[in-house]
């Protein structure tokens, strides 16, 4: 299995208040995902960090296989949330990935 982590910042121009509301759009379409593309064991966004947290959104994801995690990277329902809800919004995406037994 693969564990897939990656935590952004929201972007400086952006409001408390649309920090909140897009963090509950980014949270909500990426965990959707899992009933979209095939492989993904479990997918959790965390969207309310704590003051001493590095980063304002963590993706916490776990794939069947390395096959099944380079199939999510290039799939159109991943890409279509990156384009439009993540990417738009966020900004100082850290990435980690590591397989686990």
């Known amino acids: 299995m693969i ?5 952004w910042d929201f972007r400086a ?3 408390d208040e649309e920090q909140k509301l897009y963090g509950e759009e980014i949270r909500r379409e990426l965990e ?3 009933d979209l593309i095939d492989g993904i ?4 966004v965390l969207t309310k960090a ?6 304002d959104i963590l ?5 069947e296989s390395e096959e099944a995690y380079k ?8 890409e279509r949330v990156a384009r439009y809800y993540v990417r738009p919004r966020t900004c ?3 990435c980690y990935d590591y397989y686990i037994d």
């Open 32 to 34: 959707n995902l899992k």
């Open 59 to 63: 993706l916490d994801a776990v794939f």
């Open 13 to 15: 121009e952006l409001s």
């Open 3 to 7: 564990k897939h982590i990656v935590a």
């Open 50 to 55: 704590m003051f001493s947290s590095d980063a």
């Open 92 to 94: 100082n995406r850290k």
């Open 71 to 78: 199939a999510y990277i290039t799939h159109p329902e991943h």
């Open 41 to 44: 064991v479990s997918i959790q």
